[in-house]
């Protein structure tokens, strides 16, 4: 199958898919059938993960508001599938479970089953609610424990003024945060696990997920004022294998902190949320003992905007965050694996979106990254000591479902049409936008039990 015949093919594909979404498909359906809510009124756009007010408050009261009917288990399934095009061919037969392809994915033009998960997402008990995802990679060819966070929160008074607050148990730092600049609910929600991407990243972005576990307590206070302190602790090599990969990369000794401190008013429909949030951690790199440690300390700031004054209809959204992190690479430098002792490095966030109708959703985004110049360390792709990368994300999502005159409650889909472009790229401009990409991607939820 030549590439122009794939391209089509798995356009004609993914339409077929849109109008059987009534018969298979919805953003956690069990969540929408415990609550007996439509998808939109959490959701922006009428799919996740992107909050609105009402979905805010749905996680901070620890996911266990229902209508109070009977209903069966909170089960949801989930599974996306898509297709990167990148302007220069890739390397091919890397990947084992193309689509299309014999021994691996092709240069160009690959069809993908993402991913593919199972969730419980709801209640509980009366008053501790959650979701558990466990998620098939078709990437990587391997099941994993995925996203988790179980809450109990109860509310009071102090000083006059009411509070709600409660305990989180979850498996990686930002993972109970209410909003959507912070890294494991940023835009964009999805992307391409076979084209290329920048080498370096911090930790806090997301490169813990699924890599620890952790407990921690949160406030929120007079509707204004925000505070979450989590502890965490890197799995073992043991468990990593069980949840995981057996090659588990860099592990996480000791106890790892975590905090958030956030203050959010809403002003004639204009909500606002400011905010700072910070982890240290100690990482052994690659898993090896032998060097000692390295330490990484994340610190950032966020910012949203939300137009609220039309939430049956038309919603604008903005997300930023600008994180700092510190590197100690006591262990790095002693194996020989970095050219400094310490370094630094720096990421940048922007992204706005419109839902028109909670059906159509363009959102753009910028990004930048950069750090301290370090060959050995970042091990760019260029053969660059840089870490720098910036660009941009283009995005037009479709969601037909998950609105109260939806003919169907209990399954949603999305269809986006993404573009990531470059202007600098692992530390260098000449050649960048080679890997800029082009990402069709189908996302289907919904929940056998109704």
């Known amino acids: 199958m030549n590439n122009s015949k794939t391209f089509f093919a798995t356009a004609a594909l993914a339409g077929m898919f849109i109008v059987s979404s009534s018969q298979t498909a919805q953003a956690l359906p069990s969540f929408a059938m415990q609550t007996g809510q439509p998808c939109q009124a959490c959701h922006v756009g009428a799919f996740g993960p992107q909050l609105k007010p009402f979905g805010r408050d749905f996680k901070l009261y620890g996911y266990v508001n229902s209508d109070e009917k009977p209903h069966q288990l909170p089960i949801a399934a989930m599974f996306y599938t898509s297709l990167t095009h990148t302007k220069q061919d890739q390397a091919a037969g890397q990947n084992p479970m193309a689509l299309f392809g014999d021994a691996g994915n092709r240069e160009n033009n690959n069809l993908e089953l993402d991913q593919a ?13 959650g979701f558990m995802q466990i998620t098939y990679d078709g990437v990587g060819n391997q099941f994993n424990l995925d996203n988790t966070d179980i ?11 009411d509070y709600v607050a409660g305990f989180t148990f979850n498996n990686s730092p930002t993972m109970a945060d209410l909003w959507n600049s912070t890294p494991i609910w940023g835009f964009p929600y999805n992307g ?10 911090t930790l806090i972005d997301a490169g813990q997920q699924s890599k620890v576990v952790g407990v921690g307590g949160y406030m929120m206070y007079n509707d204004w004022v925000y505070l979450e302190g989590d502890v965490y602790k890197g799995l073992g090599a ?12 860099d592990t996480y000794p000791g106890a790892i902190p975590y905090a958030k401190i956030a203050i959010q008013h809403d002003i004639k429909h204009n909500y606002f949320e400011l905010g700072a949030y910070g982890l240290s951690s100690g ?4 898993g090896d003992l032998s060097h000692g440690r390295n330490k990484y300390t994340d610190l950032a700031l966020d910012a949203n905007y939300q137009y609220t004054g039309d939430l049956e209809h038309n919603m604008i959204s903005a997300h930023s965050t600008l994180i700092h992190e510190h590197q100690n690479l006591d262990a790095s430098f002693a194996a020989g694996n970095s050219s400094n002792p310490s370094d630094n490095l720096n990421t940048f966030r922007a992204d706005v979106s419109y839902s028109r109708n909670d059906t159509w959703i363009p959102t753009v985004q910028v990004f930048q990254t950069w750090g301290s110049q370090d060959a050995l360390h970042w091990g760019t792709s260029t053969g660059s000591a840089s870490p720098n990368s910036r660009g941009y994300v283009a995005e037009l999502a479709y969601v037909p479902l998950g609105k109260p005159d939806s003919f169907i409650n209990w399954g949603n889909a999305r269809l986006a049409l993404q ?7 692992d530390g260098t401009h000449t050649g960048a936008a080679n890997n800029n990409t082009i990402y069709l991607n189908l996302w289907i939820a919904f929940t056998p039990f109704r």
């Open 117 to 129: 998960s199972i969730y419980y997402a709801g209640r509980i008990t009366p008053t501790v609610g």
């Open 151 to 161: 809450r109990h929160s109860f509310e009071g008074s102090a000083f006059g003024k």
């Open 192 to 201: 391409s696990s076979v084209a290329p991407g920048p080498v370096a990243s």
């Open 238 to 249: 043991k468990v990593m294998q069980l949840v995981e990969r057996p090659n588990m990369g």
């Open 283 to 286: 990482v052994y790199p690659g």
């Open 419 to 425: 573009y990531t472009g470059y202007t600098e790229f």
